[in-house]
């Protein structure tokens, strides 16, 4: 099983809709969670960190459920230029050193925004 | 502020040659690290740096070595170049390995032949 696991999409929603991803972790001991955003043959750019809370960002919330595992992000009021990859990052335990975690990337999941 | 810088930005080398991509940041970060992005595996690591001097291997570290001389630069050598080592290769920085958000350089695109 993949550490942190994301369907790759693509979803396709038409401009003004609302649209959310989901992401799967299977290491309880993970503690930080982001979502990062991905443009054609660019590099990753954090979108967002994740609080056991839920976090809002404008038109973005971030929601972490523990005890299932998973990690969603949803966008309201979709607009063309949120067309990208979105990644979901967690930060797993690295026992093999005994030192502190390091990130994991999803595969991400792409999204197209259309007229 | 220029954030993190890759260099170059597409290389195509010959099965054997040897070449660095270079990385540097300029935010003052302890903790570095190598990734390479190929189709349907997303960012994998490859070797990274907790600090000036300090660098451990990641998942994908055959192939490749580092170094962290100073806190700003972080070079990835590729000793003999293999067609399986073809991918887009990003470096990223951040304050700590795991609570902050990383910072991307905009990645260098590497063909073998």
């Known amino acids: 099983r993949k550490e942190v696991e994301q369907d790759p999409g693509p979803f396709n929603v038409p401009e003004g809709a609302t649209v959310a991803f989901n992401c799967t972790y299977s290491n309880s001991a993970s503690q930080s969670f982001f979502w990062y955003r991905q443009d054609c043959r660019k590099e990753p750019k954090l979108l967002m960190s994740v609080y056991s809370s839920g976090n809002e960002d404008g038109r973005f919330t971030a929601q972490l459920n523990r005890a299932s595992q998973y990690i969603s992000l949803l966008i309201r009021d979709s607009k063309l230029s949120d067309s990208a990859t979105y990644l979901c990052v967690v930060n797993i335990p690295e026992w093999r050193t005994g030192t502190a975690s390091k990130l994991t990337f999803g595969t991400g999941t792409r999204l197209q925004v259309t007229l | 502020n220029a954030g993190v810088t890759q260099t170059p930005k597409f290389q195509v080398l010959k099965t054997g040659q040897s070449m660095t991509l270079q990385c540097a940041q300029d935010?003052?970060?302890?903790?570095m690290s190598w990734y390479r992005q190929d189709p349907g595996m997303g960012l994998r690591l490859i070797h990274y740096?907790?600090?000036?001097?300090?660098?451990d291997q990641g998942e994908v570290p055959n192939g490749y070595n580092v170094s962290r001389s100073t806190t700003e630069d972080f070079p990835l050598r590729l000793l003999s170049a293999a067609p399986s080592q073809t991918s887009v290769y990003f470096c990223?920085?951040?304050?700590?390995?795991?609570?902050?958000?990383?910072?991307f350089g905009s990645g260098t695109r590497l063909t073998v032949v």
């Open positions: 740096s907790v600090g000036a001097g300090i660098t």
């Open positions: 935010m003052n970060h302890e903790y």
């Open positions: 990223a920085s951040s304050r700590d390995r795991s609570n902050y958000g990383y910072t």
